[in-house]
């Protein structure tokens, strides 16, 4: 097996809950997604439990979906069971077995940018290539400007440059030849050739490292060189600083580097180089590469009107029939109750009963989109104003009629309550940054949708800025879902400050105040937005 240490004892700590019968909601999500994604995972899982009584019972409730509530453990007697339940839980294993595909030893899974194998459903997007300039891949039009990478995904470059903006908001310049691995948002390896790292704020802590040495940049810019065999890396910071981690045996103390500050990195150990004050003025000079240029088409509601329940958009590239996506509030106020001071000159008011709605058709199609707006919620709001910010309804061929929810976590099982929470086709994203501080926090939430029309979207989650709650990390959640009439009345509406019922808005309402809300019809890139949230515009 390939298991870690640290892999087993949390594996062996868990399957002794599912034996004891005391397997709390957070650790039933856990194990279920290291049942559902490791081969060896599922082998230990078998061993440990010896496909006893407890197996059966945690198996099924996999295959059939989440309870909203689990109920209390009853007392297990598993010798009155084992002889019935042993064939039914060998065969639940066995199913969890052929339907999860086995994983090349040597290629640990990975998705080729230049190989003709589709990537599986499973695969997440986490980056996508924004620029390039006379760039020639292995294979020749593998990767289109524009398209997005997937976590795992390999890139090679023969020549010329390609550019990747990271989910996290990283930028990665590959000069060719260069042979390159997308980790995850925040992480890659150089396996050989030369690179340029940019690193925002918002991407502190992404890292790039091979067989000698971990970068870790600390918000900055710095390059790397890393020759044909891999055995020696050059790291020159061009602007700030970052922390570089040694690979080798018996030095492993990290080293922090500043502007202009050179190292190699070999395995006989790290050394000094010579800084060359041309080469150093030639790495940083801005380079011109093509772009993709693709069109934002948006809705944004300023909230700006000084009385009145009514809202009118400004409209951009959208159908003309958005035109009429005013948002109202209900109940109707002639007070100017639903008015504050907002974040940009004035702000959309909950006060827990009042909520709004408009019609914006596209909303419920399965199409990529980001919505993005300011939000203040107060330190003692309750738990029963969580649900919901926004919320939209949809239709899928696999789940039927489901709702959207863009709120904050309340239940404590499955996360930090008061982190902002994306509920979305039988699962939810979780942030990290608690919002219930009356301050005003930038949230955006970027809808990706699979290449398989009845997976689950990709949702990518940012506050302030930070991405917080990537790619698709959710089993089904204790979200409730409308029936196929209730959702089908409901598409092509956007919904603010309440959740959606199976056949009409639930009493439970938002508490709080709305700023600046931006319906865009792509996915926007983080610098897009940062630059929203900075400068309250969009590029057009």
């Given amino acids: 097996m390939s298991l870690s240490d640290s892999d087993i004892l949390e594996l062996n700590e868990l399957c002794n809950s599912v034996v004891d019968g005391t397997l709390t909601p957070k650790q039933k999500v856990i194990l279920s997604e290291w049942l559902t994604t490791s081969e060896d995972a599922r082998q230990f899982y078998v061993r440990v439990t010896g496909l006893s009584a407890s197996l059966c019972h945690y198996s099924s409730e996999m295959q059939t979906g989440e309870p909203d509530t689990l109920p209390p453990p009853r007392p297990s007697h598993p010798w009155r069971w084992t002889f019935g339940l042993l064939a039914i839980a060998a065969s639940i294993v066995l199913a969890l077995w052929v339907a999860h595909p086995r994983h090349d030893p040597n290629g640990a899974g990975r998705a080729v940018a230049n190989s003709a194998n589709p990537a599986t459903p499973d695969d997440e997007f986490v980056a996508r290539l924004t620029g390039c300039k006379e760039c020639q891949w292995v294979a020749p039009g593998s990767v289109a400007l524009g398209s997005r990478l997937r976590k795992g995904q390999h890139v090679e470059v023969v020549k010329g440059f390609a550019e990747i903006t990271f989910d996290s908001g990283a930028l990665v310049v590959l000069q060719g030849p260069i042979s390159f691995d997308i980790n995850s948002a925040w992480a890659a390896t150089l396996n050989r050739g030369t690179l340029k790292a940019s690193v925002p704020p918002e991407a502190v802590g992404f890292s790039i490292s091979n067989s000698t040495v971990e970068v870790v940049d600390l918000g900055t810019e710095f390059t790397m060189f890393t020759d044909s065999g891999g055995a020696a890396t050059d790291v020159l910071v061009l602007k700030g600083e970052v922390e570089a981690a040694p690979r080798m045996t018996g030095d492993q103390q990290r080293i922090k580097l500043k502007e202009k500050e050179?190292?190699?990195?070999?395995?006989?150990?790290?050394?000094?180089?010579?800084?060359?004050?041309?080469?150093?003025?030639?790495?940083?000079?801005?380079?011109?590469?093509?772009?993709?240029?693709?069109?934002?088409?948006?809705?944004?509601?300023?909230?700006?009107?000084?009385?009145?329940?009514?809202?009118?958009?400004?409209?951009?590239?959208?159908?003309?029939?958005?035109?009429?996506?005013?948002?109202?509030?209900?109940?109707?106020?002639?007070?100017?109750?639903?008015?504050?001071?907002?974040?940009?000159?004035?702000?959309?008011?909950?006060?827990?009963?009042?909520?709004?709605?408009?019609?914006?058709?596209?909303?419920?199609?399965?199409?990529?989109?980001?919505?993005?707006?300011?939000?203040?919620i107060p330190k003692d709001a309750s738990l029963a104003s969580a649900y919901a910010m926004l919320a939209w309804g949809a239709d899928s061929k696999k789940f039927g009629s489901h709702p959207f929810h863009i709120c904050w976590n309340r239940n404590a099982n499955e996360g930090t309550v008061g982190v902002l929470r994306t509920d979305h086709s039988r699962g939810y994203a979780l942030g990290s940054t608690?919002?219930?501080?009356?301050?005003?926090?930038?949230?955006?939430?970027?809808?990706?949708?699979?290449?398989?029309?009845?997976?689950?979207?990709?949702?990518?989650?940012?506050?302030?800025?930070?991405?917080?709650?990537?790619?698709?990390?959710?089993?089904?959640?204790?979200?409730?879902?409308?029936?196929?009439?209730?959702?089908?009345?409901?598409?092509?509406?956007?919904?603010?400050?309440?959740?959606?019922?199976?056949?009409?808005?639930?009493?439970?309402?938002?508490?709080?105040?709305?700023?600046?809300?931006?319906?865009?019809d792509r996915a926007l890139v983080p610098r897009e937005i940062v630059r929203l949230m900075s400068t309250n515009q969009l590029d057009p």
């Fill in 262 to 376: 050179f190292r190699r990195f070999e395995p006989s150990g790290v050394s000094h180089v010579e800084n060359d004050e041309q080469r150093f003025d030639e790495l940083t000079q801005p380079m011109e590469l093509e772009r993709s240029s693709a069109p934002i088409g948006y809705a944004h509601w300023s909230f700006d009107e000084n009385d009145g329940a009514s809202f009118a958009p400004t409209i951009f590239r959208l159908p003309s029939s958005s035109a009429d996506a005013n948002l109202r509030t209900f109940p109707l106020s002639s007070s100017g109750s639903a008015h504050s001071r907002g974040r940009w000159h004035q702000a959309l008011r909950f006060d827990g009963s009042t909520y709004a709605k408009a019609a914006f058709p596209g909303i419920s199609k399965n199409a990529p989109h980001t919505v993005a707006f300011w939000v203040k």
């Fill in 434 to 520: 608690p919002l219930r501080d009356g301050r005003w926090h930038h949230v955006a939430v970027v809808f990706i949708p699979r290449d398989d029309e009845t997976s689950p979207m990709e949702v990518k989650q940012y506050v302030d800025g930070h991405l917080e709650g990537e790619g698709n990390p959710s089993p089904a959640g204790s979200e409730r879902f409308m029936s196929t009439k209730g959702g089908t009345d409901m598409n092509g509406m956007i919904w603010l400050g309440c959740r959606l019922g199976i056949n009409a808005v639930p009493k439970d309402r938002f508490f709080g105040e709305m700023d600046e809300l931006v319906i865009a």
